[in-house]
């Protein structure tokens, strides 16, 4: 049996899911042809398309398709906003529908796939507290604060602390206590396209006050200007994904923290050498 379509983030594999479920189960003969047809589209493969990835369907045939699949109320409004979401071309617009997306998963009080991982990685304020209330279990909402070097006001540090316990990324312990329940978190690839750049955004911002109000002991700022190759590209990025997974083994390796410390790994292009307008023209070679 099918899971539930809140289950989903791709809703291509929902449709597929739902046409191998009616053809396999159905008495009546069922085709893509058939189900075209019934969510009022004339061409019998489209929907075989989409599902390959060679169409997509928009804001007409959303509705229409969740229609013939049977999908009513918020099941219907939640698999036209996966469309949307797949649709949505800038990062921007990408935020605002798992914005809608959240609202319509606390409205129902569902449990919607990602959600949890996209509010959790919206604020880097999120990570920090995470950290901070596992090494202070026993510390107040103000000394948490105060330990941020109040970058978190008191009042935000009790909705923090509360929205981490609830989506299962600290446990309170009989004791009042609070702990990690896992050591590393992964961001979800279909969280990443909407809240990756703006998490860095807020990281670069951090390092800039770090460089402006930290002693040279307490950081460390180094960088490389170097000329590349596109393999050259590949490998550096290879190495860097390969170097924070070792720190990252290097900091679990004991529950104790004494700070919490941020890591950026930034690799990005100074120049565009290879744009039309960069490239010398036959007649200006020959000079």
């Not at 699949?69 to 797949?86: D, P």
């Not at 002991?217 to 590949?234: A, F, Q």
Request: proline share 4%; charged share 30%.
């Amino acid at each position: 049996m099918m899971k539930p379509v809140m289950e989903y983030v791709d809703y291509r594999r929902y449709i597929r899911d739902f046409y191998r479920e009616r053809k396999a189960d159905s008495a009546v003969p069922f085709s893509w042809g058939v189900f075209a047809k019934k969510a009022g589209i004339a061409s019998p493969v489209f929907l075989q398309y989409v599902c390959e990835g060679k169409k997509n369907l928009g804001d007409k045939s959303a509705p229409q398709v969740a229609a013939a699949m049977g999908l009513v109320g918020y099941e219907e409004t939640y698999f036209c906003l996966l469309v949307a979401y797949a649709n949505a071309k800038k990062d921007a617009e990408k935020k605002a529908v798992l914005e809608q997306i959240g609202e319509l998963a606390r409205i129902h009080k569902v449990r919607i796939v990602g959600i949890k991982e996209y509010d959790f990685f919206k604020s880097w304020k999120n990570s920090l507290l995470r950290e901070l209330a596992s090494a202070m279990p026993k510390a107040t909402a103000k000394q948490l604060s105060k330990a941020s070097r109040n970058r978190i006001p008191t009042s935000e540090v009790h909705e923090i602390l509360d929205f981490l316990v609830r989506a299962g990324f600290l446990e309170q312990g009989a004791d009042g206590g609070y702990r990690e329940c896992n050591r590393s978190l992964r961001m979800d690839p279909h969280v990443a396209k909407a809240v990756s750049s703006d998490l860095q955004r807020q990281y670069a911002e951090l390092a800039v006050d770090a460089l402006k109000n930290e002693p040279p002991e307490k950081r460390n700022m180094t960088g490389l200007t170097v000329g590349i190759t596109r393999e050259s590209y590949d490998r550096v990025v290879a190495e860097l994904a390969e170097c924070r997974r070792r720190i990252n083994a290097i900091a679990t390796m004991t529950p104790r923290t004494d700070e919490v410390y941020r890591l950026n790994m930034q690799f990005f292009p100074l120049t565009d050498m290879n744009s039309k307008q960069n490239r010398p023209s036959a007649k200006r070679r020959k000079k």
